[in-house]
């Protein structure tokens, strides 16, 4: 089945809040034609760094970390940029995530402290693998462990890999969600799984 080229992107951040906490690393995989393409990730250092200790429990990072081998904003967008150019996405690129409306604003946020606008580059309309989990139980597709769509749960169901035992990493999540992503459009297509 030939797909459209997309980019999966997860994000680990300092809270909940993309007003207020930062965002600690971005990820992202170009998907295309039910393959990983590519990889992407970098730790994002803000000019202040505002954290949760809870949210760093879940994820593993550390200040320490992020203040020696993170990037500026503009330093991460750049890389990013030209990561998605290399890949042949340029504009309208289609944005794909586990719990999209979490990782969106994040993303947004990050641009805006490079002082560029994610929208020049990203549809507006963002996938989200959560969405498409729920419509495939609804449809009798699937069933969900326990109602849950969490990437853990969806991992466990499609007999996918995740690695948590130092903590959330941006780059395993992604990773993982795209494949989440392929077996949903596989269901989505009418292929048993």
């Known amino acids: 089945?030939?797909?459209?080229?997309?980019?999966?992107?997860?994000?680990?951040?300092?809270?909940?809040?993309?007003?207020?906490?930062?965002?600690?690393?971005?990820?992202?995989?170009?998907?295309?034609?039910?393959?990983?393409?590519?990889?992407?990730?970098?730790?994002?250092?803000?000019?202040?760094?505002?954290?949760?200790?809870?949210?760093?429990?879940?994820?593993?990072?550390s200040i320490v970390q992020i203040d020696k081998d993170g990037v500026s904003p503009l330093q991460a967008v750049l890389m990013f940029t030209n990561f998605l150019q290399k890949n042949d996405l340029r504009k309208n690129v289609q944005f794909v995530a586990h719990n999209a409306p979490f990782d969106v604003p994040f993303v947004s946020r990050l641009f805006r402290l490079a002082g560029k606008d994610m929208y020049k580059v990203f549809s507006y309309r963002a996938?989200?693998?959560?969405?498409?989990?729920?419509?495939?139980?609804?449809?009798?597709?699937?069933?969900?462990?326990?109602?849950?769509?969490s990437l853990d749960n969806l991992c466990k169901y499609f007999h996918i890999d995740l690695e948590r035992s130092k903590g959330h990493n941006a780059l395993d999540d992604a990773i993982a969600g795209a494949k989440v992503y392929l077996r949903e459009l596989e269901l989505i297509g009418g292929k048993t799984t």
């Open 1 to 61: 089945m030939a797909t459209k080229k997309v980019v999966f992107v997860d994000t680990e951040t300092g809270g909940l809040d993309p007003n207020k906490h930062s965002i600690l690393s971005l990820a992202a995989v170009v998907v295309h034609n039910g393959m990983i393409e590519d990889e992407f990730y970098t730790l994002i250092r803000e000019e202040e760094l505002v954290t949760d200790p809870s949210a760093l429990k879940i994820n593993g990072l």
């Open 127 to 149: 996938l989200c693998t959560v969405t498409g989990a729920l419509l495939l139980e609804l449809g009798g597709k699937i069933t969900l462990p326990g109602g849950s769509a």
